[in-house]
Structure formats: structure tokens, C-alpha cells
């Protein structure tokens, strides 16, 4: 039984891993439709993802490792301020 799970679990991984490119939240996802690149994610949609260190404004390497392996990068490393401009519209 702990065979089974631990193979699926590893499985799992691997299809996040290779299949999975960009993590987005519905507004970053939209920005970047609207701008043809991806958006950064910004530090209120950050913070509200409980991922975020609020005194940096940085990802929180802890909390991104206990979630997912290689998770910033699929979340990006540039977290924005909300009142940044990422791009123009095209």
C-alpha cells in the first residue's frame, strides 16, 4: 500500500513538473492575455496565496519548497506591485 502511494505520488510530481508551465491566478492569467507575455503575479494576489513573505515582498523559499519543488519558477520571480505596468495591450 505505501508502495502504491509513494509510486503515485512520484508520478504526480513528475507530470507537475514537465506539464506544468506557468502557475497564474485568474488576474495575473488575464493580464497576460491582455499583454501577450506573462504577468507577474502582484503582492496582494501574493500575500492572499499565503506564499509570500510580506517584509520582502518575496517569494518565501520555505513555504515554496513545503508546497511544490520548483514552484517559483512557475509562479515567476518577480512579484508586482499592484499599481505596476507589466506591458501594453495588444
Not at 65 to 78: F, I, P, Q
Request: hydrophobic share 35%.
Amino acid at each position: 500500500s505505501n508502495v502504491s502511494s509513494s509510486s503515485s505520488s512520484s508520478s504526480s510530481d513528475e507530470i507537475y513538473s514537465q506539464q506544468t508551465e506557468r502557475i497564474s491566478l485568474i488576474s495575473s492569467f488575464l493580464c497576460s492575455v491582455f499583454v501577450g507575455a506573462y504577468a507577474p503575479i502582484d503582492v496582494s494576489d501574493g500575500s492572499g496565496m499565503n506564499l509570500l513573505d510580506i517584509n520582502t515582498r518575496k517569494w518565501s523559499d520555505i513555504l515554496l519548497s513545503a508546497t511544490a519543488n520548483d514552484l517559483e519558477s512557475k509562479l515567476g520571480s518577480t512579484v508586482a506591485n499592484s499599481y505596476d505596468v507589466v506591458g501594453n495591450i495588444h
